[in-house]
């Protein structure tokens, strides 16, 4: 996923768009800073997903407090920092999905709690979905 990150930032370089290039000499900086922290000179597939989807939580939740400080511009830049970032990111499971496996998961094993459901999930699909979302759905399905 690293060199599909460069790859893209040499293509959002020759088209021009700072958006794209800004967000993605962002992630790059937060991989190679991740890297110089564990010491280790290439991180893994699943440190380097981690990070992206560590970056897209932050835009989220900066898009609730430009919401919140009334900051229209703001709003529709990180929208498009948004949609650049989920481009590198597995296709994530939807609600629906989400309350499928779960209702799955407590009809094969009916002992099962809510902690031990999204410890399955981390353990099946990691890196596919929201965590507030699977936690609005787990608690649908389990109460």
């Known amino acids: 996923m690293k060199e599909r990150l460069k790859s893209e930032m040499k293509e959002a370089m020759k088209a021009k768009d700072a958006i794209k290039l800004a967000t993605i000499r962002g992630i790059l900086s937060e991989i190679q800073y991740d890297e110089m922290q564990k010491g280790i000179s290439d991180a893994s597939e699943a440190d380097v997903l981690a990070i992206v989807q560590r970056e897209l939580k932050k835009r989220k939740e900066e898009v609730e407090f430009a919401q919140k400080g009334n900051r229209p511009e703001l709003l ?30 407590k009809a094969s094993d009916a002992t099962i709690n809510q902690g031990g459901a999204m410890k399955a999930l981390k353990e099946a699909h990691s890196g596919q979905y929201d965590g507030k979302l699977a936690a609005t759905a787990a608690k649908e399905v389990f109460g």
């Open 76 to 105: 529709e830049k990180l929208a498009l920092e948004i949609a650049v970032i989920e481009t590198f990111l597995p296709q994530q499971l939807s609600h629906e999905e989400l309350k499928a496996f779960f209702t799955a998961l």
